[in-house]
């Protein structure tokens, strides 16, 4: 048996299992900056259950929550699954390397890309609600380990979707997490329609660039927020039909504690920054907000929200306590919606789009395994557009990669 299989090939011997395999680690005794917390380590490759499929791992995308999980805040990763560490990474592309007894539905070889929804499949809430209702869901790779930062992953067999055969192993890699997640918020949480405004902050960060597509799919109007005149071009390609660079308005971002000064100074930015909106929209309030920013943006969304509009929301990147003035969301009753990630009919569905080239990828920078930890830093310190890929065992790439990879 192979010790450890070498980076960037693939192995002849489809199903062949190397011992050991390299994987970005994060253990409890080092939890911090994501360039100190992971550490490149030779660890066992993992055994397959039943209804499990081990993937080799072509390429990995990076996504914020590497980053929560290196820090370990605002909760640690070890409170959430037990093990001894974690490797993170909740988006990947590869081929089927080895299934389960249980498994009927894919073969080794099998080319595929991983959703990141783990639940136990056996609940009513699987069988009929939905499995993100299940008691036992979890994120793979954040609230489960074995992530895809490592050559071998392994996930449920309902995680795997078919890999789009015109896209190369890294762009395969980089959209899952993000892009169903955005679908699941603006198709079946807010259920955008044709027509609507749709205020979209972070357009050009990793749910951004899904959301903007996926608007402009839909016959809605995306207008799109960014932080910083570089990152409107590509917002623009993505088909945003309006601009606003955030930084115009020195004042808008919440910051508690507010003093009664600080706090007139940001009321009049967010109402300078609405009649901004509202120019852009031929004087209509939003339908629907696109939130995932949190508490320096929340109160601004729900205050700018139109009359029995929505926002929606699956995350906070800067800050969880979210404060706004309620009056704005009682007297002009308007919503509220949590959205997180998605299940598996909805992964497929979004998927399908990709297959039939409606939503692309939006693939900025690629790394080289070696490189995870380095990646994960860009991306806490926001220094990164749309999506980073991570090449594992794919030839890959671009970005000063010595070869782009379309195998
Ligand atoms: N619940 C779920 O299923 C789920 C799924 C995916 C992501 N999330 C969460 O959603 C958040 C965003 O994820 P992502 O992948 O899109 O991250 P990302 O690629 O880092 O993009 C986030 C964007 O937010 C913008 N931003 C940062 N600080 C801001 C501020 N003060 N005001 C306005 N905008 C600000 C930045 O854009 P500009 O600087 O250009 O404005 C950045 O591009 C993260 O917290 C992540 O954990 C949750």
């Given at each position: 048996m192979t010790n450890i299989f070498p980076l960037r090939e693939v192995p002849k011997n489809v199903g062949e299992l190397p011992k050991k395999m390299l994987a970005w680690c994060i253990r409890p005794?080092?939890?911090?900056?994501?360039?100190?917390?992971?550490?490149?380590?030779?660890?066992?490759?993992?055994?397959?259950?039943?209804?499990?499929?081990?993937?080799?791992?072509?390429?990995?995308?990076?996504?914020?929550n590497g980053v929560w999980a290196a820090r370990g805040k605002p909760v640690s990763v070890f409170r959430m699954h037990g093990e001894p560490m974690h490797i993170?990474?909740?988006?990947?592309?590869?081929?089927?390397?080895?299934?389960?007894?249980?498994?009927?539905?894919?073969?080794?070889?099998?080319?595929?890309?991983?959703?990141?929804n783990q639940s136990c499949g056996q609940c009513p809430e699987c069988n009929g609600l939905d499995p993100m209702a299940c008691s036992e869901q979890k994120i793979w790779g954040y609230e489960t380990s074995?992530?895809?930062?490592?050559?071998?992953?392994?996930?449920?067999?309902?995680?795997?979707?078919?890999?789009?055969?015109?896209?190369?192993?890294?762009?395969?890699?980089?959209?899952?997490?993000?892009?169903?997640?955005?679908?699941?918020?603006?198709?079946?949480?807010?259920?955008?329609?044709?027509g609507d405004h749709v205020l979209i902050w972070g357009a050009a960060g990793g749910l951004g660039v899904f959301a903007v597509q996926i608007c402009r799919m839909l016959g809605a109007n995306p207008i799109a927020v960014v932080g910083g005149k570089d990152k409107m071009e590509l917002v623009k390609s993505l088909g945003?039909?309006?601009?606003?660079?955030?930084?115009?308005?020195?004042?808008?971002?919440?910051?508690?504690?507010?003093?009664?000064?600080?706090?007139?100074?940001r009321m009049e930015a967010c109402k300078k920054f609405g009649k901004r909106v509202r120019e852009l929209t031929g004087g209509r309030d939003v339908d629907v907000v696109f939130e995932h920013v949190g508490q320096q943006t929340f109160p601004t969304s729900v205050f700018l929200a139109k009359k029995f509009g929505k926002i929606v929301i699956c995350g906070?990147?800067?800050?969880?306590?979210?404060?706004?003035?309620?009056?704005?969301?009682w007297m002009r009753q308007k919503q509220i919606l949590g959205s997180h990630f998605a299940n598996a009919y909805q992964a497929?569905?979004?998927?399908?789009?990709?297959?039939?080239?409606?939503?692309?990828?939006?693939?900025d920078q690629v790394f080289p395994f070696e490189q995870t930890a380095h990646a994960h830093a860009l991306m806490a310190a926001n220094k990164h557009k749309g999506k980073m890929g991570i090449a594992v065992q794919a030839a890959a790439a671009r970005a000063g990669l010595p070869k782009a990879d379309a195998a």
């Open positions: 005794d080092r939890e911090g900056d994501p360039d100190t917390a992971m550490k490149l380590e030779e660890v066992d490759v993992p055994a397959v259950g039943p209804n499990e499929v081990l993937v080799l791992v072509m390429g990995a995308g990076v996504n914020f993170a990474g909740s988006d990947a592309s590869g081929i089927v390397w080895k299934v389960g007894d249980q498994v009927k539905r894919w073969k080794a070889g099998d080319e595929v890309v991983i959703h990141c074995w992530g895809s930062f490592a050559q071998f992953t392994k996930v449920q067999a309902q995680q795997l979707l078919r890999k789009p055969k015109q896209l190369d192993w890294l762009s395969a890699a980089s959209y899952g997490l993000t892009y169903f997640t955005a679908y699941r918020m603006l198709v079946h949480q807010a259920e955008v329609t044709a945003a039909s309006a601009l606003i660079d955030r930084n115009d308005y020195a004042d808008l971002m919440y910051k508690p504690p507010e003093t009664p000064e600080r706090n007139k100074a906070a990147t800067t800050g969880f306590n979210l404060e706004f003035d309620v009056r704005h969301l497929e569905r979004a998927n399908q789009l990709v297959h039939e080239g409606k939503i692309r990828p939006v693939l």
